[in-house]
């Protein structure tokens, strides 16, 4: 049974691009978050995905995006690039708000130069 | 003040020895408190769920909640090289993730064998 998989794992940007990020949720999972790991820091909630609809969002600003698709699968976004937000961006799914069943994918790191 | 503080490490035992590793916190509304390993280029997986205040055992891992202190701790019996990892604490005044679950810094432990 395959978990939670990102693409791509690692990826390099140039300041004002934009860049879109994958995920694919744990078979059975409904509900998608996105994470932003600095380095030697904890993830930062970016936001949170259900029916295809943004149902929670973090401090962070409108140049993050996402969608959600029927197949419960996730798009993050970034417009115009800065270098602080290299970083290691995080999906998680779970069914529901379930607690226990929270499951992360390994991340892709992104480098902005 | 930060919301929530871990020393970051890095934290470097024997193999066999006991581990403590800890978190403060300031908001008393947290309720829910969790315990995450990250290996290096993966994701934080679950380790150890408490709610409210007292003490968890899984195996070699042991999760105490003083919410009296603000403050929690993992232990770790028995290290093993495999148990090299950061680990993360998270923690949240309502249950499920999302804006309102917060996660600390993290502490890298390195087990030498």
């Known amino acids: 049974d395959a978990g939670v998989t990102q693409s791509p794992t690692h990826l390099i940007k140039t300041r004002g691009q934009q860049v879109t990020l994958r995920c694919s949720p744990k078979?059975?999972?409904?509900?998608v978050s996105w994470y932003q790991q600095a380095l030697g820091q904890g993830p930062q909630f970016i936001f949170q995905?259900?029916?295809?609809?943004?149902?929670q969002r973090g401090n962070f600003p409108d140049r993050f995006s996402g969608h959600q698709f029927p197949n419960y699968s996730s798009e993050l976004n970034v417009n115009a690039l800065l270098l602080g937000d290299s970083a290691l961006y995080l999906c998680?799914?779970?069914f529901g708000q379930g607690l226990v069943g929270y499951t992360f994918g390994s991340g892709t790191r992104l480098t902005v130069v | 003040q930060k919301e929530v503080e871990q020393d970051p490490g890095p934290l470097s035992v024997p193999e066999g020895a006991i581990v403590s590793l800890n978190c403060t916190y300031s908001?008393?509304?947290?309720?829910?408190f969790m315990w995450y390993r990250q290996y290096s280029r993966k994701g934080p997986e679950l380790l150890m769920y408490?709610?409210?205040?007292g003490n968890k055992e899984d195996g070699r891992f042991t999760a105490q909640v003083d919410k009296s202190s603000k403050y929690i701790s993992l232990f770790i019996r028995d290290s093993q090289p495999s148990d090299s990892a950061t680990y993360l604490c998270?923690?949240?005044?309502?249950?499920?993730?999302?804006?309102?679950?917060?996660f600390g810094p993290g502490t890298r432990l390195s087990v030498l064998p």
């Open positions: 908001n008393s509304a947290f309720q829910y």
């Open positions: 998680a799914s779970s």
């Open positions: 408490t709610y409210s205040s």
């Open positions: 998270a923690m949240s005044a309502i249950g499920g993730y999302g804006q309102n679950f917060v």
């Open positions: 078979s059975g999972h409904d509900t």
């Open positions: 995905y259900y029916e295809e609809e943004e149902r």
